[in-house]
């Protein structure tokens, strides 16, 4: 787990072991059915998009409940202030900030072997 509070400046966060990751995963798939979604797939250039927009030192991740009651998950960029870049509220209110959604959640689409 991070210790202290983060600087913001786009070195936070680190590495994770592998046995400690499947731990993890293992652990929150023991408090979900089957058939719960578990983990979602994004792109690399709607993750590119959001690092690039200027300022962007990070990204935010929120856990979302779609209208039809399926879990999402919302990519958000994150300034050196550690403020949401949110569309409409860019530099000089440009609006040129983007959050990402369309991601493919597993199951039904997932990697074979993985985590």
Known sequence: MPT?????????????????????????????????????????????TILAQPGCTGLRIYYAINDKKEKEIIISGADDTGEDMLPGEGAEGSGGNTLADASYPCPSVCPTGGL
Do not use: C, M
């Open 4 to 48: 202290g509070l983060p600087k913001y400046d786009g070195t936070d966060g680190g590495p994770i072991d592998l046995t400690t990751a499947r731990q993890w995963v293992k652990n929150f798939r023991a408090t979900i059915p089957p058939a719960e979604v578990r983990s979602h797939y994004f792109g690399r250039d709607i993750v590119d």
